[in-house]
């Protein structure tokens, strides 16, 4: 599953309007959407997604945050996906995030940072099949 990577469209991304522009990015930069979804997450489901950071400080708001609206997650499919994706989104702290990544030019803040993107390939087929079944993947 290396050329497969999980991302999830903020609650500050669809509030903001910028799901549009986010995706157009996404897609022009040559991933391909396997499987994709406008949903919520419950209180319970965001603190399994984020169970890794259950002891940070931040873990009550992250949960708060996270489930504050509606997401778009996806999985999407490049070579080289996980770090690609990582890299076009951006340093988790948009004031460290490269010009012109996702981070940089849609998030506020550390905390509300309008995109995820997984971290490993471990993870990105952990996080796919958390929010995916196989019959939502094409
Ligand atoms: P990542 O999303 O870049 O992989 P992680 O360290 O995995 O960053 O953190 C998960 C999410 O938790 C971040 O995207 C962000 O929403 C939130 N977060 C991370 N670090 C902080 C912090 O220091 N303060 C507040 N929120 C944070
Ligand atoms: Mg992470």
Redesign the pocket.
């Known amino acids: 599953m290396s050329n497969i990577t999980f991302t999830m469209l903020k609650p500050d991304s669809v509030r903001n309007g910028n799901i549009g522009a986010i995706l157009d990015k996404i897609i022009k930069s040559g991933f391909i959407i396997k499987a994709m979804k406008f949903t919520k997450m419950s209180n319970e489901k965001a603190s399994k997604f984020?169970a890794i950071?259950s002891e940070r400080p931040?873990f009550n708001?992250?949960v708060e945050?996270m489930t504050s609206g509606p997401i778009v997650a996806a999985i999407l499919e490049k070579d080289n996906a996980v770090n690609e994706f990582r890299d076009l989104i951006g340093s988790?702290n948009p004031e460290e995030a490269e010009e012109g990544t996702i981070r940089k030019m849609f998030a506020k803040s550390?905390?509300e940072?309008a995109i995820?993107?997984s971290?490993s390939d471990e993870n990105a087929k952990i996080e796919c099949e958390f929010h995916f079944g196989a019959d939502e993947i094409y």
């Open positions: 984020y950071h931040f708001d992250l945050y988790t550390i905390s940072n995820h993107g971290d």
